[in-house]
């Protein structure tokens, strides 16, 4: 070995210290001693985004006066929580019980009772919700 080969196989060295944790193919990482920053709510909007037109919307919806004069009230619900429509059952509405609109999809192909189940079913799936019986039963549940 000359001289040249020593001095790489040295800078090798001295680059992992520990080889044998790597793979053939994995270079060393410099771990670099960053501190962690906390990251506010708020964001702030460069001055070149405003000047093209957007501005930063409140939390709470400030209601016109005309619009109070009416009697619309503020919900006071911060606009990033979920709706409470998304957690709970709609109420669909339909002329016949849901017992009855299960019983009417056995029904025979010409009998109005099987289409108007059939129209119920259409009715709840259009608000992602299924029959479904459960101990003898027929409940609502999301699809």
Known sequence: ??????KVVK????VSPSSSTLGKEQEPVALSQEAVQ???TEIEIPEEVERAGVTRLSE???????VRKLGVTSANVPLTSPTASSTTIPKIVLPITDAEVVSGLH???TSALRWLAQWCI????????ALKSVHGKIIRVKN
């Not at 800078?11 to 001295?14: C, L, M, P, W």
């Not at 709470?60 to 005309?66: N, V």
């Not at 259409?122 to 919700?129: F, G, I, T």
């Open 38 to 40: 906390h990251i506010s």
């Open 122 to 129: 259409k009715r709840l799936k259009k608000a992602h919700l």
């Open 60 to 66: 709470t919806i400030e209601l016109p006066p005309d």
């Open 107 to 109: 029904a025979k192909i």
């Open 11 to 14: 800078e090798i060295k001295e």
């Open 1 to 6: 070995m000359n001289s040249a080969d020593d």
